[in-house]
């Protein structure tokens, strides 16, 4: 069965960190680009980060910039979000996406062809 399987998430406090993972099932990842959106409760999905099919390319909302990273290890086929220094305005649903053949792009998750099942996020003391 072809699907993005993620792993990570939960509760943490604001200044903490948590790390995404996303393993890819029945597919190999290299050729494919990944990007993470998030969603939070009555609001359309937001474009978080994205990275190429090598890894040479990667792109940040300025919203997270300087506080995410994104990786990929291909031999693993996953790909991972670090996240570091969260604020309560993290707090969200995050779905890791991949795209065949296709830039990164953050403008829609619609324009990726296979998601994860997602995984809450919730930043609060």
């Known amino acids: 069965q072809t699907q993005l399987v993620q792993s990570g998430g939960g509760l943490v406090q604001p200044g903490g960190s948590l790390r995404l993972s996303c393993a890819a099932s029945g597919f190999t990842l290299p050729g494919y680009t990944i990007g993470w959106f998030r969603q939070a409760p009555g609001k359309e999905h937001e474009g978080v980060s994205c990275?190429?099919?090598?890894?040479?390319?990667?792109n940040y909302a300025d919203s997270v910039k300087g506080r995410f990273i994104i990786s990929r290890d291909n031999a693993k086929n996953s790909v991972y979000l670090q996240m570091n220094s969260l604020k309560p305005e993290d707090t969200a649903v995050y779905y890791c996406?991949?795209?065949?053949?296709?830039?990164?792009?953050?403008?829609?998750?619609?324009?990726?062809?296979?998601r994860g099942q997602g995984t809450q996020v919730t930043v609060s003391s």
């Open positions: 990275i190429s099919s090598t890894g040479g390319s990667t």
């Open positions: 996406a991949a795209r065949f053949l296709g830039g990164c792009t953050l403008l829609s998750i619609n324009a990726y062809h296979y």
